[in-house]
Every structure is written in C-alpha cells, then in structure tokens.
C-alpha cells in the first residue's frame, strides 16, 4: 500500500512562496509519475504539476507556469512543488497523487492520494 502525505502548507502574504512537499512510502512501480491538483472553496478540483519518475518530464497548468516549480528528490522518496509569486487565486488546498506510468491530465486517472495542505494567501 502506498502512502503519500503533503506538508509545508500555510499562510503567506500574496507574493510571497512556499515549498510543498509529498512524501511517498510504500511500494511504487518503476515508472510513475506525481501530480499535484488543488481545489478552491467551490471549486472543482484541478492539475496544478506533474513530475514523471522515468526521465522527469514535467507539467504545469497555464495558471502556474513561470511560478511553481516541481522536483523530485529520489533518495528521500519526495517531490516538491516550490509556489512563487503567489496570489489570492492561488489558495486552495493542494494535494499529491501517484499513477502508474507517466503524467496524466484526468485526477480520476490517479491511483492514491494524501490527505491535503491547505495554501492560503492572503494580506
């Protein structure tokens, strides 16, 4: 069983960054990849970053990009979502996911999921 759970969460004043962090423990595959989505207050859930395991292609939605970074640290089974120039839109809570084979657009394609860190930016 896999178990993947997110820190570095908070309250930031808008422009200021954040590093995220999902820690995976547990079997995984060879080729995987960890996204992470986000959903707002009354919104549905969305694909913010996305890291594959075998040659570390990476993805990021139009809303993010130049601001987020993803990495991966394979010695500590972790991947990181570093927030920049955050904004109010930018609040929600965000979660890391694990599929089997590379990137994927759909959540529903995504097989485990942790529990959430709430990102709230804010003045």
């Known amino acids: 069983q896999l178990q993947l759970v997110e820190s570095g969460g908070g309250l930031v004043q808008p422009g200021g960054s954040l590093r995220l962090s999902c820690a995976a423990s547990g079997y995984t595959l060879d080729y995987y990849a960890i996204g992470w989505f986000r959903q707002a207050p009354g919104k549905e859930r969305e694909g913010v970053s996305c890291?594959?395991?075998?040659?570390?292609?990476?993805y990021y939605a139009d809303s993010v990009k130049g601001r987020f970074t993803i990495s991966r640290d394979n010695a500590k089974n972790t991947v990181y979502l570093q927030v920049n120039s955050l904004k109010p839109e930018d609040t929600a809570v965000y979660y890391c996911a694990y599929t089997a084979g590379g990137c994927r657009p759909s959540q529903y394609e995504y097989e485990y999921w942790g529990q959430g860190t709430q990102v709230t930016v804010s003045s």
């Open positions: 890291i594959s395991s075998s040659d570390e292609s990476t």
